[in-house]
């Protein structure tokens, strides 16, 4: 049971508890004015770092879209060089191409296993590779020619012109009398 002596102990404990922790607390939080001068004085400090750092980016940017074209130009060359690698063929490449240049060596090795390459690579690939090359049009039949030349298995007249109906968005077929001419459309 409580007192009235009690009771008044209590609240003056509390009180006294509460001034101390209030007077505690106050000393390590910053009272809202001081935060916003902090805030202020940070907001000024980052404004002021980044004009050195445009400056900087400005300085590399030239540098930096030079790398982005020359990286662009390597991929698209490397493409273009295990397409033609696939084009070619195990045979051949080993043949007539491996040996002849150091560069070539090198680049061909780089781009992977001829026999891998050619393994993943459709035939509409391979004839459009070889009309990029002749840059015109050529008849069904000297495609056939090339494909058998470069070991290209399947590469019979009904699977060739299967391809050119099946990528009929790339290939163009003009009949002259007898003949299939086959170009790229543009």
């Not at 051949?92 to 001829?114: C, F, H, I, R, W």
């Not at 993943?120 to 056939?144: M, T």
């Not at 990528?167 to 002259?176: L, S």
Request: glycine residues 4%.
């Amino acid at each position: 049971m409580e007192t009235a002596a009690s009771t008044k102990i209590n609240t003056e404990a509390t009180n006294i508890l509460d001034n101390v922790a209030y007077k505690v607390h106050s000393i390590h939080v910053p009272s809202t004015v001081d935060v916003q001068e902090m805030m202020r004085q940070r907001l000024e400090h980052e404004c002021a770092s980044l004009q050195p750092l445009r400056e900087e980016m400005d300085k590399l940017a030239a540098a930096y879209n030079r790398y982005v074209d020359l990286k662009g130009e390597i991929d698209s060359r490397s493409k273009r060089i295990k397409r033609l690698m696939a084009s070619l063929g195990p045979e051949y490449l080993e043949a007539k191409v491996q040996g002849q240049s150091e560069s070539v060596d090198d680049e061909t090795n780089l781009q992977g296993d001829p026999d891998d390459l050619r393994a993943n690579f459709p035939l509409w690939r391979a004839i459009r590779e070889y009309l990029l090359i002749v840059a015109g049009e050529a008849k069904v039949g000297d495609i056939q020619q090339f494909l058998e030349a470069s070991t290209f298995e399947k590469c019979g007249r009904q699977a060739i012109e299967s391809a050119l109906r099946s990528h009929d968005n790339i290939f163009r077929v003009v009949k002259r009398g007898r003949d299939k001419y086959i170009s790229l459309k543009k």
